[in-house]
């Protein structure tokens, strides 16, 4: 079984050492986004075109696509139980998703479990690297993508148009002589392209859309009581 989107995106946005998310406060719905996107990419969802500017898009269950991995079937159970558009999807689909895919990553080898109190008091986890290997194919991958100018894959495509929603493009990877600001043009860039079949594309969108708008209104509540 191969990896999923949502789970290269946990790898990317885990500190390697530390094993705590590293750089951003909003992986849970970045991990929604991303596990709505691999229910695209199987096929499993649709976005059906809007009829109305007032209304959202809802996100439906494609009848009769069952996922093999038991993860999107647990998310895909979520998308089938009602219609719900994709920013609702995302905060749902989000909730424990990083320890659920941090422990799967622990039993492929990737990653460590380390269990610690915070001040001795308030249980955490922490997922430190073990094996980096796949995490740097999947960095060489994007690299090609967003530096090297390389027509990526679905799977590469879908998880640049994540880190593009979450403003992290540019984070990881090595890109001297390259302004940071070209490679999030080249992601944006790369998220709106034809890498996909139109349909799975257009719900891709839907997800990465809906997870720029759920980590900008976080910050901006943040924002808000913080002022």
């Known amino acids: 079984m191969g990896m999923l989107v949502a789970?290269?995106?946990l790898l990317l946005l885990l500190d390697d050492e530390s094993g705590a998310v590293s750089g951003t406060s909003y992986a849970d719905t970045a991990l929604g986004g991303a596990l709505l996107t691999d229910l695209a990419l199987t096929g499993?969802?649709?976005?059906?075109e809007k009829t109305s500017v007032w209304r959202s898009a809802k996100?439906?269950?494609v009848p009769g696509v069952v996922p093999e991995d038991p993860v999107l079937r647990e998310a895909l159970a979520t998308v089938a139980a009602k219609e719900r558009n994709a920013q609702d999807l995302v905060g749902r689909l989000g909730?424990?998703?990083?320890?659920?895919l941090a422990q799967r990553l622990v039993e492929r080898g990737i990653l460590a479990r380390r269990d610690r109190r915070l001040l001795g008091l308030f249980p955490t986890k922490r997922w430190p690297m073990v094996d980096a290997g796949h995490e740097q194919d999947v960095r060489r991958a994007l690299r090609a993508a967003l530096v090297e100018g390389a027509e990526p894959d679905a799977h590469t495509g879908a998880l640049v148009a994540l880190l593009s929603a979450v403003?992290?493009?540019h984070k990881v990877?090595?890109?001297e002589g390259l302004a940071s600001r070209e490679v999030r043009r080249r992601a944006k860039e790369i998220a709106e392209g034809a890498w996909a079949a139109t349909a799975v594309r257009d719900a891709i969108r839907a997800a990465t859309a809906a997870t720029t708008a759920a980590v900008t209104a976080g910050a901006a509540t943040a924002a808000g009581s913080g002022s």
Do not use: F, I, T
């Open 173 to 175: 990877v090595e890109h």
């Open 59 to 61: 996100v439906r269950a």
């Open 95 to 100: 909730k424990g998703a990083g320890g659920r």
């Open 7 to 9: 789970e290269d995106l």
């Open 44 to 48: 499993a969802v649709s976005v059906p």
């Open 167 to 169: 403003g992290r493009a």
